[in-house]
């Protein structure tokens, strides 16, 4: 039986700010520039988060808020903010997130938005696209930010001419080496589409010689803007905008891709993280629908060498148990899976560090999965830590993680396998070189 909480005040979380997952949203962005309307402080943790996973420069801009811009407001930092990066830049779209701080003392960043294009009437064309999310931290973490964030953008850009025969992805808080599948998937089944956020060479780019301020890559704009006109939408992901967007008349959650169908008429697919078998079997499905192409023989063969490994380490598998955590749409996407090979699983919605370290005690997993910040009860525990998520700053090759669809899932049951065979030979009192 476990013991009634002690504690009301949340000890080490398990989730990030809600402006890092928008800042995320806005290096998808060809062009853009992410601004934190907010203090100095902001800007650096996210900065100094995404830099270490992804291992590329990241270049957010903040208002610096003081103590004076706190009583007085940001207007005049807003404007100075934005000078500068147009001044150091030249970005195509400059997005604006909000803070806990901005929020709180009621900041109208669209009001300052508009009182800027004012400034330059009639210069409008020189002038970047604005974008703004409202992203306090207190009503949800970094992936409610991303989501609000996608909405948002689709909100300012998205435009309805004439439906054409294209698709949309809306991919979810995946790595860029999903975002590259992605892309190789639908080249496979011919589709038209637009995948918005695309931080796939942003984030994970090329070699150059010379230093990039704005790295290239990202969604163009002017694709977002027919993403509108599209046939239909695919969107990964269980959960949604939490307690950040609703309709006006059921207060129901509401999703980017629920808002292009109830706005702009666009049918939704809506599913889960394809990891997995009869999760990728689902978006296969559906590529195949909105395609009229079969399913080639290249991914039926990876889906079959996929079984096959299944049946061949089922037994180092079955039965084992996993502690995760992480972004709420990736654990249960993992848990499925985990499911779907055997093994057991414990995640709690809402949990921080210190109640997980507190559960193992209970549960006690064979392994955990989640990003670095697990890595001291697995330590303690003296078991396994398979890296997912973000962040993971005490590894090399984040970005390159592939975990969708049947040829990801077979780089993820390879992973587990493996952690699981090395600490058990690890701990062997004899050790062994033949499985």
Not at 186 to 197: I, Q
Not at 210 to 228: A, C, D, H, Q
């Amino acid at each position: 039986m476990i013991a009634a909480k002690t504690y009301t005040s949340t000890r080490n979380s398990c989730k990030l700010c809600a402006p890092l997952g928008a800042s995320l949203v806005f290096k998808g962005i060809e062009g853009c520039v992410p601004l934190i309307h907010g203090s100095q402080g902001c800007a650096t943790y996210i900065r100094r988060y995404m830099i270490s996973h992804y291992k590329e420069p990241v270049d957010i801009a903040s208002s610096n808020f003081s103590e004076e811009t706190t009583v007085f407001g940001g207007s005049r930092n807003f404007i100075t903010g934005i000078d500068n990066i147009i001044k150091q830049y030249k970005p195509r779209v400059i997005g604006i997130a909000s803070t806990c701080l901005s929020e709180t003392i009621g900041e109208d960043i669209p009001g300052h938005i508009r009182n800027y294009c004012e400034e330059y009437k009639g210069m409008e064309k020189n002038l970047p696209t604005f974008i703004h999310a409202s992203t306090p931290s207190y009503c949800g973490s970094h992936a409610e930010g991303y989501y609000n964030t996608v909405l948002a953008t689709l909100k300012t850009l998205a435009e309805y001419e004439k439906t054409d025969n294209s698709i949309t992805i809306i991919p979810g808080m995946v790595t860029p080496a999903d975002i590259r599948y992605l892309k190789e998937l639908m080249d496979d089944f011919g589709l038209n589409y637009t995948l918005f956020p695309d931080y796939s060479e942003t984030l994970d780019n090329e070699y150059t010689s010379e230093y990039e301020l704005i790295p290239s890559g990202g969604t163009p704009i002017w694709k977002i803007k027919r993403i509108g006109n599209s046939k239909a939408v695919i969107e990964f992901g269980n959960v949604f905008n939490k307690g950040v967007s609703r309709t006006k008349d059921t207060g129901a959650i509401q999703s980017a891709g629920e808002w292009l169908e109830s706005e702009l008429y666009i049918r939704n697919y809506q599913m889960p993280l394809p990891i997995g078998i009869e999760a990728s079997d689902r978006m296969m499905e559906a590529f195949k629908e909105l395609s009229g192409k079969e399913i080639s023989e290249k991914h039926r063969k990876e889906r079959g060498r996929l079984v096959d490994a299944y049946v061949d380490a089922h037994k180092y598998v079955f039965g084992k148990k996993a502690m995760l955590y992480g972004e709420e749409d990736f654990v249960t996407a993992l848990a499925d899976w985990l499911h779907e090979i055997g093994i057991e699983t414990y995640f709690k919605k809402g949990a921080d560090f210190e109640t997980l370290r507190e559960e193992a005690e209970n549960f006690k997993p064979d392994f955990l999965i989640g990003n670095s910040k697990g890595y001291y009860i697995a330590r303690e525990r003296k078991i396994p830590l398979v890296r997912l998520g973000f962040p993971i700053h005490d590894r090399f090759g984040a970005s390159r993680i592939h975990q969708i669809g049947y040829r990801g899932t077979q780089e993820l049951f390879d992973l587990v396998v493996n952690a699981l065979i090395e600490y058990k030979q690890e701990n062997s009192p004899i050790g062994y070189k033949y499985l």
